[in-house]
């Protein structure tokens, strides 16, 4: 174990470095040329040495072979915003390498506030249960979606009407995203594949899909025009929200409202947020159980004797895998599922 001191900053109070002792998130304070100023005992203890070992010393020794961390750390100087990078890998005193989360902060005086989240609590993997359940899942389900698929094919072909043929391929569209999704879990879990994003877009697909099913309810949409566009994996984002969707339609929804927001100063795990985009599913429908609520989002809980219990699971991993939260509050005709999401990652 370390010590408890700290090397300190010139410009950073007294008040503001005892917190940063106390703080279990791993943080380090850089000057303009990239080197260490201070780091608190949290980040020396998840670098493996004692705290005097990084006193002067260059970001560039955390970085094992390429220079994402630096250039990143540059960018974060330059364009005077957050800079935020997704699992990479990071060197140790002793040579070894983990995976985390890292991201730059501006300060004033050309300084960074940088934070490093190791990719190893709870909350950031999926549990081997939710693993085991989405693989049985998603082997079960490709054979169907194959069949679904040519069916759709053929339907394309043969009909007339430029309405049934656009339904048709939504269906084969809707078919070869699941098999994708498929794929994925059976194959190593990877990474997100981060792209700018509309996520008003993104809600009128789900919209248009949900439209299409039978006993489809009234979709409102109350959408804020001045969200700026998120980063994120589009794919992921829409199979989360569109499981929000479905069951709301599954709990007897008449009446479904997606809704776009901006959210400033919001929690988002260990970290404070500036700001972060809110996505709000909110339905009339017969809300959550009481007896399910403490484990909703736990593997096979459903509060449906036909319910998989894998679509709120998987869509509180997805909302993790883009650093953000799924919220929700549910009373007989008033339930509200909330994806919030961090804008920083637009940086």
């Known amino acids: 174990m370390i010590g408890s001191r700290t090397i300190h900053a010139q410009g950073t109070s007294p008040e503001l470095r005892e917190v940063l002792d106390q703080c279990v998130t791993a943080m380090a304070q850089l000057d303009a040329d990239l ?4 780091l608190n005992p949290a980040l020396a203890e998840l670098l493996g040495a004692g705290i005097l070992r ?3 010393a260059s970001l560039e020794v955390i970085e094992p072979g390429s220079s994402a961390i630096v250039e990143a750390a540059r960018r974060a100087l330059v364009d005077q915003q957050v800079v935020v990078l997704r699992q990479v890998e990071i060197r140790s005193s002793v040579d070894s390498e983990l995976a985390g989360d890292i991201a730059f902060t501006p300060l004033a005086g050309q300084r960074l506030l940088v934070e490093i989240h190791p990719r190893s609590t709870p909350n950031e993997r999926p549990s081997p249960a939710l693993s085991e359940s989405l693989r049985g899942f998603a082997h079960e389900v490709k054979n ?3 069949g679904v698929r040519g069916a759709a094919q053929l339907l394309a072909r043969r009909v007339q009407a430029e309405e049934l043929r656009e339904l ?3 269906i084969i569209g809707e078919s070869d995203r699941l098999t994708a999704l498929a794929d994925r879990l059976l194959g190593t879990r990877g990474k997100p594949r981060l792209v700018r994003l509309n996520v008003h877009e993104m809600l009128e697909r789900v919209a248009l899909l949900i439209a299409a099913e039978a006993g489809a309810p009234q979709v409102r949409r109350d959408y804020d025009p001045s969200l700026p566009s998120a980063v994120g994996d589009g794919d992921r984002l829409y199979q989360l929200v569109l499981n929000l969707a ?5 709990a007897g929804a008449r009446k479904l409202t997606l809704r776009t927001r901006v959210e400033f100063g919001v929690r988002l795990g260990e970290r404070l947020r500036r700001i972060a985009l809110r996505i709000d599913v909110i339905d009339d429908g017969c809300g959550v159980p009481s007896e399910i609520a403490a484990s909703l989002y736990q593997p096979l809980v459903s509060g449906r004797p036909n ?5 709120l699971a998987l869509a ?3 909302a993790a895998e883009h650093g953000g939260e799924l919220r929700h509050s549910s009373r007989p005709g008033a339930t509200s599922f909330t994806l919030l999401l961090p804008l920083e990652l637009s940086a």
């Open 35 to 38: 080197n260490f100023q201070w």
């Open 54 to 56: 990084w006193q002067g």
């Open 144 to 146: 169907p979606l194959a």
């Open 168 to 170: 048709a391929e939504l």
């Open 246 to 250: 479905r069951n709301a339609v599954e």
């Open 307 to 311: 319910g998989s219990g894998l679509g």
């Open 316 to 318: 509180r991993e997805i």
